[in-house]
């Protein structure tokens, strides 16, 4: 490929909008034009960096006997209707109406889809396992695109989706899943990639795990544990309290605390700590709107996945009016006001002597003991576990939380699908079964948002030899000389016909705009042939990643650059996990 014909402009001006580096990158690399909110169309550079991930993606889940398929894009609502999810799931699903006024649906994910297609296939135990999978487009109508490609709207996804007998039998394929999926992010580049464990959201499910990559650029929270190494996404972690009981409960007084809305503002006043505090976060829920009173330990965040977890609703943050009968600033359990939700999270629990709302404009209550003072109270999970809690594993306060993008995930979903879509096997006894199922999924985009935005330096992408555009990356300085130029040309017939990859710049431009370029491309191998080099008989090898800059003989070209190739890949296998 010439570089003078390569469809797509590349310029030195960071775009507008572009709050994260490979956003930026790929954009001013000629990577990806902007369509819509969260819609992009790719040039060829990002064309082939996906082609090549996909290629890797197929080739490890071929390895665990997995069989491509493809499943529409655009689905019956009907289909949905099975599941349950047409109804339960919000608005990131897009539904609409063809033209005879049957419901359908654009496929966010393809649960359903898969369950249709085997249903009929997997009427014996015989046939089990099996896993298919597909490499499709996905819409999702998020609310926040956000980073590229690292939150879209449309999507190119991997889903595979496994059967099984038993619960045992998915959870032996889980495992080389999850091992072929650490290959996965290794092959591409990025096997700093770890799993966590996750909360199952919409999916359901028993137990699902997520691939994060660790980066500032990510939107979701990781802990990890510097004791034991437990990892978890925080929306799934387990948040641990430990509480001393006073040694004498002091009796509950209102206390008048004007202006003291907040926590900080209230621990001035009173000269307390959050820790001693009992607040209270309220929600509305989004099938009634009927409010959730959630208490908690002043020195922690409400986790709203474990409380939509709990409620099995959807919520959103209260809008408080005069006709709720809620104090806003002031609330607290003694006394509150009747016709709602009222939980309390289990850091209260074995506490006393708690500063709490009074549920009067104004003044707050001290001395709080919950038994004591609200009767009998259930504790439930509804914290963040925050930066520098306590291990849920290890119980000790080693915590660390970090931001993290997520890459993949993996879901044992039992027979949520299955037995709602009436799918249904005859065991060898005769006895009628329902079968048991995994899914697996992979954004491929992201994936590629991801390398980028962890595989770059100040002037451009610095692509793994694996999912590169191009392996080799030829600049032929001064082209407008004819010896330099014979010598380009010859090295780049003589590497094409060796099967090499090779982007050829023989453009009369600068050597700082070529190079510039070639800094944005990010393509692993740079070889330079300069009137100078041919003068000396010899041209520059050099790496990407600058790990490598040395002159070989021009006579030896294609052999020394096959050899840093090769070296490479080496290093890139090494990093691979063998597989289950």
Same mark, same amino acid.
């Given at each position: 490929?010439?570089?003078?014909?390569?469809?797509?402009?590349?310029?030195?001006?960071?775009?507008?909008?572009?709050?994260?580096?490979?956003?930026?990158?790929? =954009? !001013?690399?000629?990577? *990806? @034009?902007?369509?819509?909110?969260?819609?992009? +169309? $790719?040039?060829?550079?990002? /064309?082939?960096?996906?082609?090549?991930?996909?290629?890797?993606?197929?080739?490890?889940?071929?390895?665990?006997?997995?069989?491509?398929?493809?499943?529409?894009?655009?689905?019956?609502?009907?289909?949905?209707?099975?599941?349950?999810?047409?109804?339960?799931?919000?608005?990131?699903?897009?539904?609409?109406?063809?033209?005879?006024?049957?419901?359908?649906?654009?496929?966010?994910?393809?649960?359903?889809?898969?369950?249709?297609?085997?249903?009929?296939?997997?009427?014996?135990?015989?046939?089990?396992?099996?896993?298919?999978?597909?490499?499709?487009?996905?819409?999702?109508?998020?609310?926040?695109?956000?980073?590229?490609?690292?939150? =879209? !709207?449309?999507?190119? *996804? @991997?889903?595979?989706?496994?059967?099984?007998? +038993? $619960?045992?039998?998915?959870? /032996?394929?889980?495992?080389?899943?999850?091992?072929?999926?650490?290959?996965?992010?290794?092959?591409?580049?990025?096997?700093?990639?770890?799993?966590?464990?996750?909360?199952?959201?919409?999916?359901?499910?028993?137990?699902?795990?997520?691939?994060?990559?660790?980066?500032?650029?990510?939107?979701?929270?990781?802990?990890?544990?510097?004791?034991?190494?437990?990892?978890?996404?925080?929306?799934?972690?387990?948040?641990?309290?430990?509480?001393?009981?006073?040694?004498?409960?002091?009796?509950?007084?209102?206390?008048?605390?004007?202006?003291?809305?907040?926590?900080?503002?209230?621990?001035?006043?009173?000269?307390?700590?959050?820790?001693?505090?009992?607040?209270?976060?309220?929600?509305?829920?989004?099938?009634?709107?009927?409010?959730?009173?959630?208490?908690? /330990?002043?020195?922690?965040?409400?986790?709203?996945?474990?409380?939509?977890?709990?409620?099995?609703?959807?919520?959103?943050?209260?809008?408080?009016?005069?006709?709720?009968?809620?104090?806003?600033?002031?609330?607290?359990?003694?006394?509150?006001?009747?016709?709602?939700?009222?939980?309390?999270?289990?850091?209260?629990?074995?506490?006393?002597?708690?500063?709490?709302?009074?549920?009067?404009?104004?003044?707050?209550?001290?001395?709080?003991?919950?038994?004591?003072?609200?009767?009998?109270?259930?504790?439930?999970?509804?914290?963040?576990?925050?930066?520098?809690?306590?291990?849920?594993?290890?119980?000790?306060?080693?915590?660390?939380?970090?931001?993290?993008?997520?890459?993949?995930?993996?879901?044992?979903?039992?027979?949520?699908?299955?037995?709602?879509?009436?799918?249904?096997?005859?065991?060898?006894?005769?006895?009628?079964?329902?079968?048991?199922?995994?899914?697996?999924?992979?954004?491929?985009?992201?994936?590629?948002?991801?390398?980028?935005?962890?595989?770059?330096?100040?002037?451009?992408?610095?692509?793994?030899?694996?999912?590169?555009?191009?392996?080799?990356?030829?600049?032929?300085?001064?082209?407008?000389?004819?010896?330099?130029?014979?010598?380009?040309?010859?090295?780049?017939?003589?590497?094409?016909?060796?099967?090499?990859?090779?982007?050829?710049?023989?453009?009369?431009?600068?050597?700082?705009?070529?190079?510039?370029?070639?800094?944005?491309?990010?393509?692993?191998?740079?070889?330079?042939?300069?009137?100078?080099?041919?003068?000396?008989?010899?041209?520059?090898?050099?790496?990407?990643?600058?790990?490598?800059k040395e002159k070989a003989p021009l006579a030896k070209a294609v052999q020394a650059v096959q050899a840093l190739l090769r070296r490479l890949e080496d290093e890139a296998a090494a990093q691979v996990p063998p597989r289950l």
């Amino acid at each position: 490929m010439k570089l003078d014909k390569l469809v797509g402009e590349r310029f030195r001006e960071r775009p507008a909008g572009c709050v994260i580096e490979s956003h930026a990158l790929m =954009v !001013r690399g000629g990577y *990806m @034009k902007g369509v819509a909110n969260g819609i992009f +169309s $790719q040039y060829p550079p990002l /064309r082939r960096v996906t082609r090549k991930l996909e290629q890797i993606i197929r080739e490890e889940m071929d390895a665990i006997e997995g069989q491509e398929v493809s499943m529409p894009v655009v689905l019956p609502g009907a289909l949905w209707e099975e599941s349950g999810r047409y109804v339960s799931v919000g608005s990131e699903l897009l539904r609409f109406q063809d033209r005879t006024g049957t419901p359908m649906v654009l496929g966010m994910t393809h649960e359903e889809a898969a369950v249709q297609l085997v249903r009929e296939y997997g009427r014996t135990a015989a046939r089990y396992p099996f896993m298919i999978y597909q490499i499709q487009t996905k819409f999702r109508d998020e609310a926040r695109p956000r980073g590229g490609l690292i939150r =879209v !709207r449309e999507f190119t *996804m @991997k889903d595979a989706y496994s059967f099984h007998t +038993s $619960q045992q039998d998915l959870e /032996r394929y889980y495992a080389r899943c999850h091992r072929a999926y650490e290959r996965i992010f290794a092959r591409a580049g990025l096997p700093e990639v770890v799993s966590v464990a996750s909360d199952s959201g919409m999916m359901g499910g028993s137990l699902s795990h997520e691939f994060m990559l660790l980066t500032p650029a990510g939107e979701d929270s990781v802990a990890v544990c510097g004791a034991c190494g437990y990892r978890a996404n925080v929306e799934a972690a387990a948040c641990v309290a430990h509480n001393e009981p006073p040694a004498v409960l002091q009796p509950l007084q209102t206390v008048e605390t004007p202006d003291a809305h907040t926590i900080e503002a209230l621990c001035a006043f009173l000269h307390v700590i959050p820790a001693q505090c009992c607040k209270a976060v309220v929600y509305q829920k989004e099938t009634d709107g009927s409010y959730v009173v959630l208490f908690l /330990r002043g020195d922690l965040e409400a986790n709203q996945t474990k409380l939509t977890n709990y409620l099995g609703c959807d919520v959103r943050p209260a809008a408080i009016t005069p006709e709720s009968g809620l104090c806003a600033g002031f609330i607290g359990p003694v006394g509150l006001c009747g016709g709602m939700t009222v939980l309390y999270d289990t850091s209260l629990q074995g506490t006393g002597n708690l500063v709490c709302g009074a549920n009067r404009q104004g003044f707050h209550s001290t001395g709080l003991q919950l038994e004591r003072d609200c009767g009998t109270v259930e504790y439930h999970d509804f914290a963040k576990l925050p930066d520098g809690g306590v291990c849920p594993v290890c119980g000790r306060p080693a915590i660390r939380v970090s931001r993290g993008v997520e890459v993949g995930n993996i879901f044992q979903l039992g027979a949520k699908y299955t037995q709602a879509m009436g799918m249904r096997y005859v065991d060898a006894d005769g006895t009628e079964k329902t079968p048991v199922m995994g899914c697996y999924g992979i954004g491929v985009g992201r994936l590629a948002a991801c390398v980028c935005e962890v595989r770059h330096d100040d002037h451009g992408p610095v692509w793994p030899l694996a999912i590169a555009p191009w392996q080799v990356h030829l600049c032929c300085l001064r082209a407008d000389d004819a010896g330099t130029k014979a010598a380009a040309d010859a090295l780049y017939a003589s590497l094409q016909k060796n099967g090499v990859e090779v982007l050829y710049d023989d453009r009369t431009v600068s050597a700082g705009v070529m190079f510039a370029d070639a800094d944005l491309l990010g393509i692993p191998v740079r070889v330079i042939v300069s009137p100078r080099n041919c003068a000396e008989g010899c041209f520059e090898l050099a790496a990407r990643d600058k790990t490598v800059k040395e002159k070989a003989p021009l006579a030896k070209a294609v052999q020394a650059v096959q050899a840093l190739l090769r070296r490479l890949e080496d290093e890139a296998a090494a990093q691979v996990p063998p597989r289950l």
